[in-house]
């Protein structure tokens, strides 16, 4: 008895083989389905489309379940940290000591970007978005070390390490200078000495005759922020990267175009929008009972922004990590931000909202990971940035499943036409 799917079109039928993933997974390998039949699938949005088989992530949204290489995220969020989670993701393995200080090394020692890079933030309007400026500034990191970018996977994969270095310890301290620069402050340049974490808001809070010095709470928070965000398979940004890195693109390039993707509000543009929305019902005197209505109702546009999630449909562990981490250090920093409270009150008034169970609408990363960077100090429009450098190892790891393929092919996805069937030329005359 095969395990081939049958599919009947017309009056023929065709036997298409099944994959099945480590997890259990299935899929129909349509493949060879367009030469057999002459028809293609069609699948807006990919929602039920598997683009690869990969390695890095495993998801299941009817359970709540992320995994980053086997390693369940509730875990990794105890007793790990985004350095570790970093290697973890992109090595495929959590790092032995030896292996973690040789890494942290590689970070601590490509902090610093060129100095000419310096000059081309110079050239940008003091409230140019941050999201352009990162992905103009990753793109360009390939200028600066012309052998990691050669467009030749082969050659690219032989510097594949010094690359990723360059990519997780240089994307944030492109956004620090861009904040410092944006406010007409002193570039602070990275310390050595510094974890990853505490080195990024010393670029971003420390002034020439102050140093800033993360609390271990601060510091622990930010961690578990970018861990959380390290992967998360083949989202709208991640499939970007895998999409310009299948051209044979470099590194650089494949992951500044996954940083242009994140940028879109319904992605990862999303944490500034619940603040936004947080604020905004704050300001109105609201407790979010007549926002609810307004999202439930589509009117004015208005969505419960930080709600709902295309894999998804139970919830988000991320979220209910963040949420929880969110009152800690709030409480470590005797903070009372009142979009703490408004955002608890959506969450539980939403949770028992048919329109919400009905469609599947719970909590998502970015609910409460906005009130937690606003708590340290990161000013709103550097929200998705902060996410943009918490996701850089799982597009990493993603480019280098894409590079180290022998049988990669182009993305190339097919379509269904629909503009006019075939006319002739008409003469301006007879227009
Ligand atoms: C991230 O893919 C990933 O993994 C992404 C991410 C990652 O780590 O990379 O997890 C990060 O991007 C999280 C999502 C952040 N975006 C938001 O919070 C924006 C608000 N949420 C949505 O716009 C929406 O839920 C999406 C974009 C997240 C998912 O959209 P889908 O799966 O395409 O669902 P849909 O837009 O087709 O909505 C289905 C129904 C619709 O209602 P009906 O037309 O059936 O009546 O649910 C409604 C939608 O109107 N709906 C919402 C809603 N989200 C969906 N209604 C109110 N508020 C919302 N937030």
Same mark, same amino acid.
């Given at each position: 008895m095969s395990n081939d799917a049958i599919l009947k079109i017309k009056d023929k039928e065709y036997s298409l083989p099944m994959i099945v993933g480590s997890e259990g997974e299935t899929a129909?390998?349509?493949?060879k389905l367009r030469n057999q039949s002459g028809c293609i699938t069609y699948d807006e949005g990919y929602g039920n489309t598997g683009s690869c088989q990969s390695d890095v992530t495993y998801i299941d949204g009817e359970q709540g379940i992320l995994r980053y290489r086997g390693y369940p995220i509730d875990q990794l969020a105890l007793d790990s940290d985004f350095v570790e989670t970093a290697f973890l993701i992109i090595y495929g393995d959590l790092p032995t000591s030896e292996e973690r200080a040789v890494f942290a090394k590689s970070l601590n020692e490509n902090a610093s970007v060129h100095a000419r890079m310096l000059h081309l933030f110079e050239g940008y309007p003091r409230d140019a978005h941050p999201m352009a400026i990162l992905s103009a500034m990753v793109n360009s990191l390939g200028c600066y070390d012309p052998h990691l970018a050669t467009n030749d996977h082969k050659r690219d994969l032989e510097n594949f390490s010094e690359a990723a270095a360059i990519a997780i310890s240089k994307v944030r301290t492109i956004a620090a200078v861009s904040y410092r620069m944006s406010q007409g402050l002193p570039i602070i340049y990275p310390k050595i000495e510094l974890p990853y974490c505490d080195n990024f808001l010393h670029m971003m809070f420390s002034d020439p005759y102050r140093e800033y010095l993360a609390t271990p709470e601060v510091s622990r928070a930010l961690n578990l922020l970018l861990l959380l965000h390290a992967d998360h398979e083949q989202n709208c940004s991640t499939s970007t990267v895998r999409m310009v890195a299948s051209?044979?693109? =470099?590194l650089f390039a494949s992951t500044a175009a996954g940083i242009c993707a994140l940028w879109g509000p319904l992605h990862g543009g999303a944490n500034m929008a619940v603040i936004q929305m947080l604020e905004s019902i704050h300001a109105e005197g609201d407790d979010g009972s007549r926002f609810i209505e307004a999202a439930k109702s589509g009117t004015g546009g208005k969505r419960l922004m930080g709600f709902g999630h295309r894999v998804y449909k139970n919830f988000d562990p991320r979220a209910k990590i963040i949420g929880k981490a969110c009152e800690e250090l709030l409480d470590s920093l005797g903070i009372e931000d009142p979009c703490l409270d408004i955002a608890r009150h959506l969450e539980s008034a939403a949770l028992k909202d048919d329109y919400f169970i009905e469609r599947k609408l719970y909590p998502n990363v970015d609910f409460y990971s906005g009130i937690v960077m606003r708590a340290i100090g990161?000013?709103? =429009?550097?929200f998705t940035v902060m996410f943009a450098i918490g996701r850089m190892p799982g597009w990493i790891a993603n480019w280098k499943e894409v590079a180290s393929n022998p049988k990669g092919k182009i993305y190339r996805p097919r379509q269904i036409y629909t503009g006019p069937v075939k006319r002739d030329y008409v003469s301006m005359e007879k227009r």
């Open positions: 129909v390998d349509a493949r051209s044979g693109a =470099n990161i000013p709103l =429009n550097m």
